[in-house]
């Protein structure tokens, strides 16, 4: 999935929205709605022509690794300053900003001649995500909060259809010669257009500044168990996203370069994650209620590691593209699920306490590229990509020692049910 952030909370009673229709939670429910879709396809674009760009500019998967680590970068350097502008100017023209960013820098990257120069387009391209991240989901709380029932699973599960019709597209552009500077070109015209003609049915509404402040300094005031233990779930969202990113950024190359796939075959597996990652977010909010949130991270957990390692093993393209799946079905439920138990710890510091979870997960979108391509250069692509695997038992074992959360499940499945 590529990271959702939820902290930064905004007036329960949102200001009029300005223009037209902008005031009604469905409509303003829609708009979000698109931006999510429009952010996964841009990305899922990006990912399905990656093996094209490493042939341009014929790079080592050392070098290239280090490159798509820009991505990561400067989406880490952009959060900071997006949750500023968002208390200033309000998330809807932020998101706005964001989503706008996203679509002119997509096809820089396809512009670069060199490793280098694709790094630095990189981290422009990363910082437009980060941004468009921080305030899309501040707008889509304010959205749930004037529906009055949960509906960020379903964003997540959305941006996940994006991402599979972004590289799906991307897979029958490679078939059909298209050059990757000109299907970028095209998909930011036509998602830019898109999300210009709804972002005007946004809610516009700034955030509480003194809430903020009040929250920070009760994070301070949590018990030191309760620190531990958002740390240790920030380990599970680093795990989850280390698998993210090694699928989004060598999962085709793994399918094209080690397997022999076409290039357009080669998107399929970040097509297969995408669809796998959007089912299981849609059905993830019953399987809580069913087992309970710790349940869920072990046993999905288990099942992506178990699933991933025999794909990896067997090595073939039909394994491969079951193996995604898996690992998409298993690893869905990880970043929703950890980050609202985080919220159920801090309680009513519920922002501080996921954004420190948040913090810590990053680094595994930051670390797992380059990590995944230089272990490749000394044992090659599908022995590196079994660190997934690894990472996703390490997972599984984390929670157990996650001591505060250990409560009833009877209690953790009323309290799910009563907001299904």
Not at 108 to 119: D, E, S, Y
Not at 162 to 185: K, T, W
Not at 263 to 269: N, R, V, W
């Amino acid at each position: 999935m590529r990271l959702r952030l939820t902290s930064l909370p905004e007036r329960g009673k949102l200001g009029q929205a300005a223009g037209s229709g902008a005031s009604y939670p469905s409509r303003a429910r829609a708009a979000i709605a698109v931006i999510f879709f429009a952010d996964g396809a841009i990305f899922g674009s990006w990912v399905s022509r990656v093996p094209a760009i490493e042939d341009h500019i014929h790079a080592r998967t050392g070098p290239l690794g280090l490159a798509l680590l820009g991505i990561a970068v400067g989406a880490l350097l952009s959060r900071q300053a997006a949750g500023q502008l968002v208390v200033r100017a309000g998330s809807r023209v932020i998101t706005r900003i964001g989503i706008a960013s996203c679509c002119v820098t997509l096809p820089l990257p396809a512009l670069a001649a060199n490793v280098t120069v694709l790094g630095l387009a990189l981290v422009g391209f990363g910082a437009a995500l980060g941004i468009l991240d921080v305030a899309m989901n501040v707008n889509g709380v304010a959205v749930q909060g004037q529906l009055g029932r949960p509906v960020m699973s379903s964003f997540h599960g959305i941006y996940s259809v994006g991402g599979l019709v972004g590289s799906l597209a991307g897979g029958r552009a490679a078939a059909a010669g298209v050059s990757p500077f000109l299907h970028f070109l095209l998909v930011g015209i036509v998602l830019g257009c898109l999300c210009l003609l709804t972002s005007s049915w946004l809610l516009s509404s700034p955030t509480d500044v003194a809430q903020q402040a009040d929250s920070v300094r009760g994070w301070a005031k949590l018990p030191r168990q309760y620190r531990l233990a958002l740390f240790l779930l920030g380990l599970v969202g680093l795990c989850s996203m280390v698998g993210e990113g090694a699928t989004g950024d060598w999962g085709a190359i793994y399918l094209h370069s080690n397997l022999g796939t076409s290039l357009s075959f080669a998107s399929s597996g970040f097509a297969a994650y995408s669809l796998a990652m959007a089912t299981g977010r849609l059905l993830g909010d019953r399987l809580v209620a069913r087992w309970g949130g710790l349940q869920v991270i072990m046993r999905s957990a288990a099942f992506a590691g178990t699933g991933f390692a025999l794909a990896l093993l067997i090595g073939s393209p039909v394994a491969a593209i079951c193996g995604f799946t898996v690992l998409g079905l298993g690893l869905s439920t990880l970043i929703p699920v950890t980050f609202s138990t985080a919220g159920r710890l801090g309680a009513e510091v519920a922002g501080p306490a996921i954004t420190v979870v948040s913090s810590i997960a990053v680094i595994g979108s930051l670390a797992g590229p380059p990590v995944v391509g230089y272990a490749a250069e000394i044992v090659g692509l599908p022995a590196a990509l079994g660190l997934v695997s690894f990472l996703a038992f390490v997972a599984a074992g984390l929670v157990w020692a996650v001591k505060p959360m250990r409560e009833p499940a009877s209690v953790e499945k009323r309290a799910v049910a009563s907001a299904l």
